[in-house]
Nanobody
Framework: QVLLAESGGGLVQAGGSLRLSCAAS????????MGWFRQARGKEREFLAG????????LYADSVKGRFTISRDNAKNTLYLQMSSLKSEDTAVYYC????????????????????WGQGTQVTVSS
């Protein structure tokens, strides 16, 4: 098991930037594929970005491609999401998640594929 805790959320103006962090506790953090999801009020949780254990393979949802960057620092057991050009529609609770997958498995984009979740951090983008 891995325990996850997001931080870095807050209020930001449209067009601004924000970096979210996800601290993981566990001795095998590097073995997990990691992902970022968000859930806006009244909507289902949606996939934003994923990254494999080595940090070289990434996948982004079309809605954030070119604006958000996912990265990880395995030495610090930390996952990051750098967000720029933020829009009002980016307002949501942001979650990090971990999936322990077989080597060679593609980055999943469904919530059921991720077995560990943080509590979420609120991001509010003002117009």
């Amino acid at each position: 098991q891995v325990l996850l805790a997001e931080s870095g959320g807050g209020l930001v103006q449209a067009g601004g930037s924000l970096r979210l962090s996800c601290a993981a506790s566990g001795r095998t953090f590097s073995a997990y594929t990691m992902g970022w999801f968000r859930q806006a009020r009244g909507k289902e949780r949606e996939f934003l970005a994923g990254i494999k254990w080595n940090g070289e393979d990434t996948l982004y949802a079309d809605s954030v491609k070119g604006r958000f960057t996912i990265s990880r620092d395995n030495a610090k057991n930390t996952l990051y999401l750098q967000m720029s050009s933020l829009k009002s529609e980016d307002t949501a609770v942001y979650y990090c998640a971990a999936a322990r997958l077989q080597l060679g498995t593609s980055i999943p984009i469904t919530t059921v594929a991720f077995g560990s979740w943080g509590q979420g951090t609120q991001v509010t983008v003002s117009s």
